[in-house]
């Protein structure tokens, strides 16, 4: 299950956004302690790996595609898309 | 919008069995993107460690050969010196680079031998469980020194790059650590250069990247990345110990 | 040409381009003359290596890359090649091992010996394995054998030992090389980098017990093979033979020495010389137990091909030993005696126990 961008589209104009695959995630949490704007959070929803992967919240619009969380993730779970 | 960061071409897809948090997972992926830009996933051979990441070949999309625990870098010279043309690294850990396979990685390193070595030092043998390696700490507790390494009873920890940078034979060591963004790119870096160099049939490279063990450590993942800014760090300074092509050869631990 | 020589010659003839190995007595003149002569071949790669475990892992990975590949040693060295072999064997990769035996156990003496009898064929090395063995016995047998160890090595895609010892290394006798044979190999295992096509991968972990029997059965597919199509022997005066001598390398032609004295003596004495040692001929042996009732096994330990001999003749023949361990080389004349001793026409052979 991942994270639908299309829905982030239609409410803002964006600079960019991640979209975390659910199943590679293993809430080693790194990503949201690189993230200086904190648009990543822990979640409770568990995946089938026993995992709580995280989330990616910006309803403001204010990732612009940095790629910290991204780079630092060691799963390669996140994907980055920008302008 | 256009993806800007995603999986490496020279990476499998399928899932790390690393633990969350692992520094190998992120070198990997940073051996996997430097293989990408280069251009060189068909004439690179890889070869894993006994550790942690003995299963590397389900993960990187590259020929992989299993070498006995130890012995990566005698494996790699073999290949390496008969196909010269080919890019040949070993990937190996503490226990394997400086424990049991001192000899080699020494030999291969004072042989100049224009492969290229990437030393994963958690400063504990992961795999088997969290005894205690040659890079452990002093005072550091492990499952077979449980109450902290004493200097008198299990000796000091080894400064691999330290060491290897007074060979003559060695042409390029660094060491890196991959416990923030800004740190991962400066390991990819020094990845990137000792794969340069050894396309452009430089010598021997020794890429040692201070990588956290959250499991072993008994840390969570960023407690551990904390760790090794406030205590591995000192023991184990992070910098250009050597760059003969750059011509500069610094002092041990000062950055460049 | 001298015996250490001879195996260099011939392997660089057979295409060997990979030599690495480490100085013990008494083999090194071994890989001092693959060091002069494989600078001069086109792609020949040697390298003195910081000991004889790296060794023969640098003949993993030029194996591995494809190149015709060869480490060589004495007794210690042997065990600490081990590992090794035993990776050989698992990621079924081609290579040369040579043994000149020497005097053990332990560091030993430098005295030529009949050991390693054991590690050579019961494994050496940890798992269920086998080394293809040879056992030369002249120095034309160095040469032709060391050639034949390669095609074994390619065709069965397994290592095969060279099991001599120090005098054989040492003796100088005349050798005509002969012409090598094609270089024929299953080329998809060779890492070579995966270029345009699927990765490769070479390993020995098979964590999935399942997967790992049965790899374990398809190299034990391949041992049985190889059992039944490759042994070899020579029969030596055993025609019209009452008394059957059993020896290899050095020990056969120490026993060829006695069977010239026992004829005089008026004992038709005859020997069966294992070449192959793993396979073990058994089955030409037992053919030869349907005439011949009395046997004497003679090696230059306290007995370690005895045992085979005995898995191949017990209960068919009565089987008598004479052992000189420790690097001790006896003579002719003496080996000769003590059959005598142990040899009676009415009772036949005094049995060893």
Known sequence: MREDPLSFKEKQPLKGYIVIDRELCKECHLCIR????????????????????????????????????????????????RE | M????????????????????????????????????????????????????????????????????GRGPATATGIKRVLPDRIVFSYQGDGDLAAIGIAESFHAANRGENITVVFINNAVYGMTGGQMAPTSMLGQKTTTSPTGRKPILDGHPVQVSEVFSLLPGTTYIERCTVNSPASILKAKKAIRKAFQYQVEGLGFSLVEILSPCPTNWKMTPTEACQWIDEVMNKVFPLGVLKDIPAGEKKESGKKP | MQGNKVIGEAAIRAGCRFYAGYPITPQNELPEYMAERLRLVEGGVFIQSESEIAAIHMVVGASAAGARSMTSSSSPGISLKQEGISSLAACQLPAVIVNMMRGGPGLGNISPA??????????????DYRVIVLGPATAQELADLTMDAFDLADRYRSPVMILADGMMGQMMEPVIFKEPKPRVYPENYIMKGAGSGKS???????????????????????????????????????????????????????????IKRLREAGIRAGLFRPITLWPFPTNDLRDLAKSVKNYLVFELSTGQMLEDVRLALQGYARIGFHGRPGGVVPTPVELANVVMRQYDRKQGIIEHN
């Open chain 3, 114 to 127: 009949q050991g390693d009898y054991f590690q050579a064929t019961r494994g050496g090395g940890h798992g």
């Open chain 3, 200 to 258: 490769k991968i070479i390993r020995g972990l098979i964590l999935d017990p399942l997967e790992m029997e049965e790899h374990n059965w398809t190299l034990e597919r391949k041992y049985r093979v190889i059992s039944q199509q490759e042994p070899r022997h020579e029969l030596y005066r055993a025609d019209d033979a009452e008394l059957i001598l059993i020896a290899y390398g050095t020990g056969a032609r120490i026993a060829k020495g006695a």
């Open chain 2, 2 to 69: 256009k993806k800007v960061f995603g999986r490496p071409k020279s990476m499998k897809s399928n899932i790390f069995h690393y633990c969350a948090g692992c520094g190998h997972s992120i070198a990997h992926r940073l051996i996997a993107e430097v293989i990408d830009e280069m251009g060189i996933q068909g004439i690179t051979i890889g070869v894993p460690p006994a550790g942690c990441a003995v299963l590397a070949y389900n993960y990187f999309d590259i020929d992989m050969i299993e070498a006995q625990h």
């Open chain 1, 34 to 81: 690189a993230c200086k704007q904190g648009l990543i959070i822990p979640s409770e929803e568990y995946n089938t790996r026993g995992y709580r992967p995280v989330c990616f919240k910006d309803e403001q619009g204010e990732c612009v595609g940095c790629s910290l969380c991204a780079i630092t993730c060691p799963d390669i779970a996140i994907e980055v898309y």
